[in-house]
């Protein structure tokens, strides 16, 4: 392949298990120095498993790994690092109150490298320098965004001699800018002989970016291609096996009566600081108003505050004409209102429950036979909804903590779905998810738009923002930037209000 080198990693035969499941069976891989090599599969295909074992996470069961012609034994990730293996995961491993320097320091310190703390400043900005990092090694990690924070993982992985990179979902948490950014940083490694794996969903990045893709599906290689060689519709269905729809088509649906309006609402997060300033928009039966911006920017307060989880600190919030500020999640399903939230596990399921269980969690006054339960009819209502939702369960007693996390989603839309709610919050509703599940998803939301529903619809993909939304609201720091036509917003646009620059439109604005 034209500006690839040798072969520098080999994984042959590799073998994962863990107990129920085998995560990598008999895995064959290849990098080569000078590529950037895409790894893609659906939620659980083994893509990061395999990638932890290259790390040192976990040792292989069976299997035999070469890096540079030598065949090594990897029991921790300082074996990967001592063999110039580093990784980059999704959630960073730094130290807010530290400068950047200083968090680099912390790991030269460990390998036996440059301690002096102006020579490594001076180092780190020449690293950044070199591989248009654009950070300030002076600045503290709380002062950074989530972009620059990858951007300083990178440069730790790079100052302890990593010529082999492994990206884990790196895109998940960047504006357009920012993944722009990264590329030219990561064609820049390339250029100089480095080996860069590259985890995503995101297949329009992957094709964009890398040299080669391999596809996993339930453990095993499907086949590994050049990216010039293929495209979207392709990849997916060798992911899923079966053939995708990317760009769903939505009905045209008459807008009607308002069914949410915020006035002026503010809240706090967790720690007391500033989380929604000022937050005013309207939302309509039948449309799907979509919430965009990086993560951290109050979209998780806002779905709080909504939900009746959080109390605002000012402001008003209406629903159907009826001003509701102060209420109880328990007051909104007299108010007909459905709930995805975020965090499927923590606040979407309750794990130990039965599947059948966590169905009925709205609904089990109806399906009682005195002071109990009636397990016949739960186990018929659950039935149903397991059907027509296709989640994939051994049964529906099974406990919820068994399913995977596209199952757990699904059970979670069939609960809330089920009860034909007038208004949606549905918040990063597809976050994790593969193409096929993702797909199912998307659809189920644009039915209930059809139905009439009023959806708020929260995601950090903006893909999908763009394909769903009727109108587009983008929160930056708590505010809201603007609010634009989706079928008028350009990418650009939307990117530079998630970076905090405010759009005048002649929609609502915040």
């Known amino acids: 392949m034209m500006g690839t080198g040798g072969v520098v990693v080999e994984m042959k035969g590799i073998v994962k298990r863990f107990p129920g499941v085998v995560a990598n069976d008999h895995v064959d891989l290849d990098l080569r120095s000078g590529e950037i090599h895409a790894l893609l599969g659906e939620n659980g295909a083994g893509k990061t498993t395999l990638m932890n074992v290259l790390y040192g996470l976990y040792r292989a069961d069976e299997g035999i790994i070469t890096v540079n012609g030598r065949q090594v034994t990897l029991g921790s990730p300082k074996d990967a690092i001592d063999l110039g293996i580093g990784m980059i995961h999704q959630h960073f491993a730094l130290i807010p109150p530290m400068s950047v320097t200083e968090n680099i320091m912390l790991v030269s310190k460990s390998e036996g490298i ?122 997916a269905k060798m992911m899923v096996g079966r053939d995708v729809v990317f760009r769903l088509s939505k009905a045209t649906v008459q807008k009607g009566a308002e069914a949410l309006r915020l006035e002026g609402v503010s809240a706090l997060d967790d720690r007391g600081l500033q989380a929604l300033k000022n937050v005013s928009f309207s939302m309509f039966e039948g ?112 406990p919820a903590k068994t399913l995977s996390g596209g199952n757990i989603q699904r059970l979670i839309l069939a609960r809330e779905l089920s009860l034909e709610p007038r208004i949606i919050v549905a918040s990063q509703p597809t976050r994790g998810l593969d193409v096929g599940a993702t797909e199912d998803i998307r659809r189920k939301l644009l039915a209930e738009r059809e139905r009439g529903s009023a959806i708020l619809l929260i995601s950090e993909d903006l893909e999908e923002i763009m394909s769903l939304s009727d109108r587009i609201a983008v929160l930056y720091e708590g505010r809201i930037m603007g609010i634009v036509p989706a079928d008028r917003a350009k990418i650009e646009e939307i990117g530079l209000m998630m970076a905090g620059t405010s759009v005048k439109s002649d929609e609502e604005a915040g």
């Not at 992985?157 to 010529?163: D, P, Q």
């Not at 130990?352 to 109990?372: A, C, M, Q, R």
């Open 287 to 398: 449309e799907v108003l979509g919430v965009a911006g990086v993560a951290g920017n109050g979209q998780r307060q806002l779905a709080q505050v909504l939900t009746g989880m959080r109390k605002p600190t000012a402001g008003r919030i209406f629903i159907k004409g009826r001003g509701i500020t102060s209420f109880t999640p328990a007051d909104l399903l007299e108010l007909n209102f459905g709930y995805i939230p975020e965090d499927r596990i923590d606040s979407g399921a309750i794990l130990d429950l039965s599947v059948n269980d966590n169905l009925i969690l709205k609904v089990y006054p109806s399906l009682t036979k005195g002071l109990f339960l009636d397990r016949s009819a739960v186990a018929k209502y659950a039935e149903g909804l397991i059907r027509e939702f296709d989640v994939v369960t051994p049964s529906g007693d099974s």
């Open 114 to 235: 440059l301690t002096n703390p102006k020579q490594v400043e001076e180092a780190v900005s020449e690293l950044c320098e070199r591989y248009s990092l654009r950070v300030d090694p002076k600045a503290r990690i709380w002062q950074l965004s989530v972009g620059e924070q990858q951007r300083v993982e990178i440069a730790k992985a790079l100052y302890v001699g990593a010529n082999i990179l492994i990206l884990d979902e790196p895109t998940a948490v960047l504006t357009p800018q920012e993944t722009d950014q990264l590329f030219n940083t990561l064609r820049q490694m390339k250029k100089e002989g480095k080996a860069l794996v590259f985890i995503s969903h995101k297949l329009d990045e992957v094709l964009a970016i890398s040299d080669r893709i391999t596809v996993l599906r339930k453990g095993k290689v499907v086949s590994t291609v050049d990216a010039s060689q293929t495209g979207k519709i392709e990849l």
